[in-house]
């Protein structure tokens, strides 16, 4: 069974770059299948796609979001990873992990996702 | 990009159909026949309900169903139940190769 897990600091500083980790287990990030993407939520309010990346290193990015965001894949280790610069507290959210389908263009797994607040 | 736009709350009784819809351009929606829609509750990952405007993963209940009509796709949930109150979204790949999800429907059941 697949599992996608978050992990990095729940507090940034305004300013600062937002750091996540996500490691997948029960299979692999090489899969030809697949892009693996970030989606963040904001308390209370709905999903924002902020990104994804296949396991060669092609990236595709939210336009809004595409000057701050950073995505990076690391096979040897089965994991991808988010970086979001220049954060305020408009950033504060759950952020989720999640592989995405070529196929269908769907998000079939999610991780569990991890709040980062941004204050200071 | 802007979400696509559903309705902020629907409700229904147990054993009733609803209907959520989910609007967007032809640049997403009306482009592509690659409409999602997720369910969420609270506290949860979103979990996803159909695929491809219409199709249902393995495990999800067939009285969830999913149709789209130009730029506007639409998720029906049939003989309602109390399980099913919690936040759906939809989401559509789009010209620009991102991904737009909508803006989120509450759904109650009385």
């Known amino acids: 069974q697949l599992q996608l897990q978050e992990s990095g600091p729940g507090l940034v500083k305004p300013s600062e770059t937002l750091s996540l980790t996500c490691t997948v287990s029960?299979?692999?990030?090489?899969?030809?299948?697949?892009?693996w993407g970030w989606i963040r939520q904001p308390p209370g309010k709905g999903l924002e796609w902020i990104g994804s990346i296949y396991y060669s290193g092609s990236t595709y990015y939210n336009p809004s979001l595409k000057s701050r965001v950073t995505i990076s894949v690391d096979t040897s280790k089965n994991q991808f990873s988010l970086k979001l610069s220049s954060v305020t507290a408009a950033d504060t959210a759950v952020y989720y992990c999640a592989r995405q389908t070529i196929a269908a263009r769907t998000i079939d797994y999610w991780g569990q996702g991890t709040l980062v607040t941004v204050s200071s | 990009q802007s979400a696509l736009t559903q309705p902020a709350s629907v409700s229904g009784s147990p054993g009733q159909s609803i209907t959520i819809s989910c609007t967007g351009t032809s640049s997403d929606v009306g482009g592509y026949n690659y409409v999602s829609w997720y369910q969420q509750h609270p506290g949860k990952a979103p979990k996803l309900m159909i695929y491809?405007?219409?199709n249902r993963p393995s495990g999800v209940s067939n009285r969830f169903s999913g149709s789209k009509s130009g730029n506007t796709a639409s998720l029906t949930i049939s003989g309602l139940q109390a399980e099913d109150e919690a936040d759906y979204y939809c989401?559509?790949?789009?010209?620009?190769?991102?991904?737009?999800f909508g803006t989120g429907t509450k759904v109650t059941v009385l």
């Open positions: 029960g299979g692999s990030i090489s899969s030809s299948s697949y892009y």
């Open positions: 491809d405007v219409s």
């Open positions: 989401s559509s790949y789009t010209s620009s190769s991102s991904f737009v």
